[in-house]
Nanobody, 120 residues
């Protein structure tokens, strides 16, 4: 199983970006999918997560600005980021928890990061 993230880029403060992440391979189901980010010199931090039935939770720093969604049929998760701020600048990573590859085998996966840069 591989997770491929895309959609990063450079925007000015107040702008918007939409990140996408698709999981490929032999996948029967995925429990949770989400996004984390890591700024230079900082630890990776939680951004948003969504369950298989659409229940979402967000870090306080992105509430009311970011929206997470997913398409179970496409094994994909999205992050719509609005009103971006310079402090949102980071490498954004997608993750998938409880990826079931067979009846008896499941594990968690990380995707490669995508850079988001917000200038003031």
């Amino acid at each position: 199983v591989q997770l491929q993230a895309s959609g990063g880029g450079s925007v000015q403060a107040g702008g918007s970006l939409r990140l996408s992440c698709v999981a490929s391979g032999t996948i029967l189901s995925i429990d949770d999918m989400g996004w984390w980010r890591q700024a230079p010199g900082n630890q990776r931090e939680f951004v948003a997560k969504i369950t298989s039935v659409g229940s979402a939770r967000y870090a306080d720093s992105v509430k009311n600005r970011f929206i997470i969604s997913r398409d179970n049929a496409k094994n994909s998760v999205y992050l719509e980021m609005n009103d971006l701020k310079p402090e949102d600048t980071a490498v954004y990573y997608c993750g998938a928890d409880g990826v079931r590859e067979s009846i008896t085998n499941w594990r968690d996966y990380w995707g490669q990061g995508t850079q988001v840069t917000v200038s003031s």
